[in-house]
């Protein structure tokens, strides 16, 4: 029954369906769509909203990858990436790991605490960590961005991981135990192993998290090459905003890596994504 | 031992998290400008932010932003929801999840630039309305006193409808097709189906879109900072961009911090009664 029947007894339902969703995205791309048309506009000038122009610029985009210094950007934003993502999901398994299986005493106060940080807005801390990267000398370098997002994405990472190792069954880590293998060496064998396609979905998440943030980097770090894409996509605009074919191609530029690595990984993206939205 | 895995999480939580919360907190009852000494002001912050009519009006503006962004995306995920049910197999499918997904994966400044365009007075909603022969509406939506904040919530509302779409869209797959059926055989229209058995069955999953979205309204920055930066005469203005200026452009380090607090309350008064509201129910 049901799946094929279904869509047979209503092939109106399905063309219906397919009709919204071609409307909605139609929508999705429209900001994208009207961007490169402006972006192929003789620089300097205001083209109309959507209409292909008569002598596309493609050079835009070579003045706006200059302009925008995209290669040492990309250098800025990976090295950042690079630092933020791997020691969070690791520290924030090994505390999930450690909340939901070791579970010593106290331990449901403080994952309580970290749980409290889930709907915390960045705006609430942003002040004092402003003077606490100015009293450890960071401000202005990559550490200012680094090492509070790593605490920042602690609650969603524990909350995220707790929740997988809360259900392996006990008989995995007591077979290990029998075997007389250490808490540490249970975690590295048998458990992490296992949690693979979670640990997988919290790095992807931590990855375009880090990528897209904006107002930590805007307030600790002057330097827009300094920042991640986002931070440098404002400072971008504060520059540019005037000149919209360029502006725009600028954008596409920035938008695009991320966009190339959403597309080429979207399964494991939409997944994180849905779950993530789901659990936080 | 056991602390020895928990300790680092700890470690960082507490330094970027736990220990600002609390100076912010300290802070809100200080009179500082950031550099000088500060001075004890009790609650005298808080009272400013509860009546001085320009930072109260930020909170309002956050909740007018609430009905965009979350409304309108719950809404039409919903509709769509109901419509397309079984109908997201295939390339056709995965394409679409795709696309709608764009939205979540490119930076919120990237929204706020690319939708200044397409609101401007010469972008391509104004193209479109001359074209359907409105061409009386058209305006530079940004700097309307009277439209700049729809505009604002209308940008946010884009960000937001494809993940409500598509957790919607994935929940209605789950619920059990035989209770549509049974629906039908007892005569019920498209509309019960959706009140009887839609709505329910996507309890948890509209939870969930309501939590995202009013916490990405009231905590909103990114796409006002970069669509208006609070104008005109503050009418897209919000308390995330409100905090900014005042602790960073005017250097009132104590009232910024009195404003991020009663941020944090509203957050979480508003986002406790949805999650309870959910649990209760799955009962």
Redo the contacts between chains.
């Keep these: 029954m049901s799946l094929a029947s279904t869509a047979r007894a209503a092939p109106i339902g399905a063309f219906a369906a397919r009709a919204i969703l071609i409307a909605l995205m139609l929508v999705t791309l429209l900001p994208f769509i009207t961007m490169f048309s402006a972006a192929l506009a003789p620089s300097g000038t205001y083209p109309p909203g959507l209409q292909w122009p008569a002598d596309p610029q493609w050079s835009n985009f070579v003045d706006a990858f200059v302009a925008a210094k995209l290669d040492r950007l990309l250098l800025s934003s990976i090295t950042i990436v690079a630092c933020v993502v791997p020691v969070s999901v690791l520290i924030g398994t090994m505390a999930g790991f450690g909340l939901a299986k070791l579970a010593p005493r106290g331990s449901q106060f403080v994952y309580l605490l970290f749980v409290i940080g889930l709907t915390l807005p960045l705006e609430v801390v942003i002040i004092p960590l402003y003077y606490e990267i100015q009293w450890l000398g960071l401000l202005n370098t990559k550490f200012a961005i680094i090492l509070p997002l790593i605490g920042l994405y602690m609650p969603f990472s524990i909350y995220w991981m707790r929740a997988h190792f809360v259900n392996v069954p006990a008989e995995m880590s007591e077979a290990a135990e029998i075997d007389g293998a250490s808490a540490w060496q249970q975690f590295w064998l048998v458990q992490v192993p296992l949690a693979r396609p979670p640990i997988m979905s919290l790095a992807i998440l931590q990855f375009l998290w880090t990528w897209n943030s904006f107002l930590l980097p805007l307030v600790l770090v002057e330097i827009p090459l300094e920042r991640t894409m986002a931070g440098a996509l404002g400072a971008f605009q504060g520059q540019w905003g005037t000149n919209i074919p360029l502006l725009c191609a600028g954008s596409l530029i920035i938008l695009a890596p991320s966009v190339i690595v959403f597309v080429l990984f979207q399964k494991q993206f939409v997944a994180a994504l849905l779950q993530g939205a789901v659990k936080g | 031992?056991?602390?020895?895995?928990?300790a680092?999480?700890?470690l960082?939580?507490?330094?970027?998290?736990?220990?600002?919360?609390g100076?912010?907190a300290y802070?809100s009852l200080l009179r500082w400008n950031?550099i000088g000494a500060a001075q004890f002001r009790g609650l005298q912050n808080y009272i400013t932010v509860l009546t001085e009519p320009d930072l109260l009006s930020t909170i309002g503006n956050a909740f007018q932003l609430v009905l965009y962004f979350s409304l309108l995306p719950v809404g039409i995920g919903l509709g769509?929801a109901q419509?397309?049910?079984?109908?997201?197999n295939g390339p056709?499918g995965?394409?679409?999840?795709?696309?709608?997904?764009?939205?979540?994966?490119?930076?919120?400044?990237?929204?706020g630039?690319?939708?200044s365009?397409?609101l401007?007075s010469?972008?391509?909603?104004?193209?479109l309305l001359s074209a359907v022969g409105l061409g009386g509406w058209t305006r530079g939506w940004l700097g309307d006193f009277d439209f700049a904040l729809p505009a604002v919530g209308i940008i946010g509302a884009?960000v937001l409808?494809?993940?409500c779409?598509?957790?919607l869209v994935?929940g209605i797959a789950k619920i059990d097709?035989t209770l549509y059926e049974a629906a039908k055989l007892d005569g019920a229209s498209g509309w019960d189906e959706f009140i009887y058995v839609t709505v329910p069955g996507l309890r948890?999953?509209i939870g969930?879109?309501i939590t995202?979205t009013v916490?990405a309204a009231?905590?909103s920055?990114?796409i006002v900072?970069?669509a208006t930066g609070g104008g005109p005469g503050g009418s897209t203005n919000v308390?995330?961009l409100e905090?900014?200026r005042l602790?960073?452009a005017h250097r009132q380090?104590g009232l910024?911090?009195a404003l991020?607090?009663v941020?944090?309350i509203l957050?979480?008064v508003c986002?406790l009664p949805i999650q309870w509201i959910m649990r209760e129910r799955r009962r």
């Design positions: 031992m056991a602390w020895l895995f928990i680092p999480a700890l960082f939580y507490s330094a970027f998290v736990l220990i600002p919360i100076m912010t802070y950031g769509v419509i397309i049910r079984q109908h997201l056709f995965t394409t679409a999840r795709t696309i709608l997904f764009v939205p979540q994966v490119i930076p919120l400044v990237a929204a630039i690319a939708w365009w397409m401007a010469n972008g391509v909603v104004n193209q884009w409808l494809g993940l779409t598509m957790l994935t097709p948890q999953e969930v879109c995202v916490i009231l905590a920055f990114d900072y970069i308390p995330g905090i900014y602790a960073f380090v910024a911090s991020a607090i941020l944090m957050v979480i986002i």
